[in-house]
Nanobody
């Protein structure tokens, strides 16, 4: 069973930067989508940034120009570079991968356990 492990969260002042990483314990033979979601207290989980198997990217309007998603297939890792952080970016950030670990298996949705990002002075 593949597990996703996020790291890189923490406390940062407004205007600061963080880089989140999401490492997979196993490899994928097919990746349909990799993304970062976040959930703030009392709010629904929302897609922050995503990258398809063809490496097309999309971002939430609120983070465009500040966040960058990237992936390293050799390391089975997806990253989220977050710059110019704002207090409203405070949330638990979750990594998501939709893919197949074996061609005999269907596409599945995998989630990390989440990492807290707090933007505060």
């Amino acid at each position: 069973q593949v597990q996703l492990v996020e790291s890189g969260g923490g406390l940062v002042q407004p205007g600061g930067s963080l880089r989140l990483s999401c490492a997979s314990s196993g490899s994928f033979v097919v990746i349909t989508f990799m993304g970062w979601y976040r959930q703030a207290p009392g709010k629904e989980r929302e897609l922050v940034a995503g990258i398809t198997g063809g490496r097309s990217t999309n971002y939430a309007e609120s983070v465009k120009g500040r966040f960058t998603i990237s992936r390293d297939n050799a390391k089975n890792t997806v990253y989220l570079q977050m710059n110019s952080l704002k207090p409203e970016d405070t949330a638990v950030y979750y990594c998501n991968v939709m893919g197949r670990t074996d061609l005999s298996q269907p596409t599945r949705n995998y989630w990390g356990q989440g990492t807290q990002v707090t933007v505060s002075s």
